[in-house]
């Protein structure tokens, strides 16, 4: 008998490294490999209606949070077609969803916080209810912070478990923000990227079926872990345009250029470099900063945020206003996992200057943006420069990055998700695996990187 012939009741996925207890599982147990080239393990039977998608964010739902990213990708898959619950710790009453399902019972979850309990030990207690609705055949979509328990537990009932990386991993991290703070003669703040900690990463990411990647640096950071590359999802962010409606398809004045900045005002968002490039160039325009700026910044650029073409605006809740008031969208970010601001701003019409890790899958260099360097100052005050003075090339851009924005509205992005989990079904549910491994070739990159 081949391993194409075996099945089980409930699929269970484990390295191929590893060994299994058959008396203990008292059913026969196929071990699996999931490189391209592999047998898919075959669930119980085929699909009966809707794929069902269980995502887990062991985190309170609400505003200005990463659960805006997955209650827009979970909005956005085809109606009908997918029958979706989201595990948290809490719902946002706000803003309920109908697939909100929170794991604990109110007043245990207020009773944790008081004691301040962290979210990774109340993801633990949680995730013991979420596992009994986990059945052979689901997905289970997991968002940071992670459960290595859960993740085996939900492979063991037969699921298949995607992982979706917000950041890089953190050798990565480690590597690119050390180099931020060196740049400022200063160490890493204390508790960044323990060694048990990145440990620990690395085996949740290993475990994993699949690892979803925002950008290409996340990508190439699991690739650098020893995530294969038919395991990794290349996958986007995207906008809202009823969101931005004020900001879309205006016509801008003609005008010393106005650049802003949106993000929280840290080293790691590079807003220290944007800075002294700022005062570098001397360009005649406005720089805006929309969002709270660290203290640590706001004595080391005392002078600088003090100029009259430097405005801080804080904390911004209508965002769309910002980016219609502005020409140019900067940010020189070191470390991101797939920046939901560069897409805004792209929808919005902006030309942009942005680091790598900034760029997300939507913008490229001398197309959309000019890519920069964001540990090299001058190259960033080289971009405000040439920007400021050649408005056909910034008009360019900025025409360029609305077109490219419509692949990029959430309804577009959740579609290609969704259709990205199919063939990951379809992959794990087939007897041959032929045809189903050469579709998931085909979406596993879907992200109109063009």
Not at 279 to 293: C, E, F, M, P, S
Request: aromatic share 8%; charged share 25%; glycine share 8%.
């Amino acid at each position: 008998m081949t391993r194409l012939t075996l099945y089980r009741k409930a699929a269970t996925h484990r390295p191929i490294s590893r060994s299994f207890n058959f008396e203990r599982r008292l059913r026969p147990l196929a071990k699996v490999h999931l490189m391209a080239t592999a047998p898919a393990r075959a669930a119980e039977r085929p699909r009966p209606g809707p794929l069902r998608l269980q995502a887990v964010l062991w985190n309170a739902l609400g505003p200005g949070s990463i659960a805006y990213a997955l209650t827009e990708l979970l909005d956005n898959m085809p109606k009908g077609a997918v029958e979706r619950r989201l595990w948290c710790l809490s719902s946002d009453p706000l803003s309920p969803h109908e697939y909100d399902s929170p794991a604990l019972p109110t007043i245990v979850y207020r009773a944790l916080c008081k004691a301040r309990v962290p979210a990774t030990v109340q993801g633990r207690i949680a995730s013991t209810v979420a596992l009994r609705s986990i059945k052979a055949g689901d997905i289970v979509y997991i968002w940071p912070p992670y459960d290595l328990r859960m993740i085996k537990r939900a492979q063991e009932r037969g699921a298949i478990v995607v992982a979706e990386r917000t950041n890089c991993m953190g050798p990565m991290g480690l590597d690119v923000l050390s180099r931020a703070y060196a740049r400022r003669g200063l160490p890493l703040p204390d508790g960044w990227f323990p060694a048990d900690g990145m440990r620990e990463e690395h085996e949740q990411m290993l475990q994993c079926d699949f690892v979803t990647a925002a950008n290409a640096l996340a990508s190439q950071s699991l690739r650098d872990a020893g995530v294969p590359d038919d395991r990794i999802l290349e996958t986007s962010y995207g906008f809202s345009p009823s969101r931005l409606a004020r900001a879309i398809g205006i016509e801008r004045p003609r005008r010393p250029p106005v650049f802003a900045f949106v993000g929280l005002g840290i080293v790691r968002k590079g807003l220290d470099v944007l800075l002294e490039a700022w005062a570098r160039a001397g360009v005649n325009g406005t720089l805006l900063l929309a969002g709270h700026v660290d203290e640590d910044i706001r004595v080391a650029y005392a002078d600088i945020l003090a100029r009259p073409d430097v405005q801080e605006l804080g904390f911004v809740k209508d965002i769309a206003g910002v980016y219609a008031a502005a020409d140019v969208f900067v940010f020189p970010s070191h470390e991101e996992g797939g920046p939901q601001v560069i897409y805004e701003a792209a929808a919005c019409g902006l030309a942009s200057i942005v680091s790598p890790m900034g760029a997300g899958r939507i913008v490229r260099h001398e197309t959309e943006c000019l890519m920069i360097d964001p540990l090299d100052v001058d190259s960033i005050a080289a971009a405000l420069t040439r920007l400021a003075e050649d408005e056909p090339l910034r008009r360019g851009l900025a025409f360029r990055a609305a077109e490219r924005s419509r692949d990029f509205t959430w309804a577009k992005v959740g579609a290609r998700l969704y259709d990205q989990f199919c063939a990951i079904w379809n992959r794990f549910s087939s007897e041959s695996g032929k045809a189903d491994v050469t579709e998931l070739d085909r979406v596993s990159g879907g992200t109109t990187n063009r």
